[in-house]
Nanobody
Framework: HVQLVESGGGSVQAGGSLRLSCAASGYRYASYCMAWFRQAPGKEREGVAVIDRDGTTAYADSVKGRFTISRDNAKNTLYLQMNSLKPEDTAVYYC???????WGQGTQVTVS
């Protein structure tokens, strides 16, 4: 069955960095667009970054220049490198293959 498992979240001070990973299984990973979303307490889930099958990327304005999405199709893994983190980046981060309705369980990122 389709499974997405995030890892790499944690607590970091403002200005620090984290790298999130998302391990995909159960489907042809390389054939699908992948994305990262986040949801802060009391707020709606929002898109953070997306990467298409050909490696084309797009970012939310709030993270442009600080976050980098990438994918390793050989390892069926999606990444989100987060630099210059701010307290407003605090949220649960999810990876998703929306076109097949697949979501991970989320990983907490806390920036203080």
């Amino acid at each position: 069955h389709v499974q997405l498992v995030e890892s790499g979240g944690g607590s970091v001070q403002a200005g620090g960095s984290l790298r999130l990973s998302c391990a995909a299984s159960g489907y042809r990973y390389a054939s699908y667009c992948m994305a990262w979303f986040r949801q802060a307490p009391g707020k709606e889930r929002e898109g953070v970054a997306v990467i298409d099958r050909d490696g084309t990327t797009a970012y939310a304005d709030s993270v442009k220049g600080r976050f980098t999405i990438s994918r390793d199709n050989a390892k069926n893994t999606l990444y989100l490198q987060m630099n210059s983190l701010k307290p407003e980046d605090t949220a649960v981060y999810y990876c998703a293959a929306r076109s097949i309705g697949a979501w991970g369980q989320g990983t907490q990122v806390t920036v203080s």
